[in-house]
């Protein structure tokens, strides 16, 4: 059994994705439209990174839909990982098209074919956006985010800060009033303090009110 990450697996997998077909795009380009001495060694770096980019993309896949269905949510946040599944998906299904290709080129000896080295481009440019809406559905709607600090407490302009390991920190799913227009679900406070929540005012959306 896999050790236990919050919130899952997916955000580790995704970015060595990310660095490895880019790195892969990147060479390819660079092989293919300068002569210096390593080409060969470039162009070989490059082939090398996209299989193994297409190796850590199934595992990446497979976690992103188990993210999917178990990471708490609501609907302004479920449409977002939607949105980025929908980019995700096609992205993946190209870059492993383009990595089966890839081996055919390479046993021929065409490393440098240039409608291959245009499409991984354009592939490259739809996983940038695949990875852009991947953060959005985490830093702009708070999917999979267990805690939030609570920036009324701690100062670094004009005056003494407060110990970093003293700070408070703030719930993921109770943000109050600052993040009503992201569909967040409490509001409520403690009496007893005012900027600490009440303690079952905690709601956390049922993801089993989606149908995926």
Not at 7 to 12: G, I, T, V, Y
Not at 118 to 136: D, F, P, Q, R
């Amino acid at each position: 059994m896999l050790p236990e990450i919050i919130p899952n697996w997916h955000p580790l997998f995704v970015h060595f994705t990310i660095a490895l077909f880019s790195v892969a795009t990147m060479f390819m380009i660079l092989g293919s439209i300068v002569n210096l001495k390593y080409k060969e060694t470039i162009l070989n770096v490059a082939y090398i990174n996209l299989w193994v980019g297409c190796l850590f993309t199934i595992a990446t896949v497979l976690v992103g839909f188990y993210a999917y269905n178990t990471v708490a949510h609501d609907e302004p946040s479920h449409m977002a990982m939607t949105k980025h599944r929908n980019w995700a998906i096609p992205t993946a299904i190209s870059f492993w098209i383009l990595g089966i290709w890839s081996i055919k080129l390479f046993k021929n000896n065409d490393k440098t074919n240039k409608i291959f080295i245009t499409l991984i481009t354009m592939a490259s440019l739809a996983l940038a956006v695949t990875g852009w809406k991947g953060g959005e559905a985490v830093y702009r709607y708070g999917l999979g985010v267990m805690s939030l600090p609570n920036t009324d407490s701690h100062q670094h302009e004009g005056g003494e800060s407060e110990p970093h390991e003293d700070m408070p920190m703030k719930e993921g799913h109770d943000m109050g009033t600052k993040n009503d227009d992201l569909g967040m679900h409490n509001n409520s406070t403690n009496p007893e303090n005012p900027k600490k929540p009440a303690p079952n005012s905690m709601k956390e959306h049922d993801s089993s009110n989606h149908k995926h």
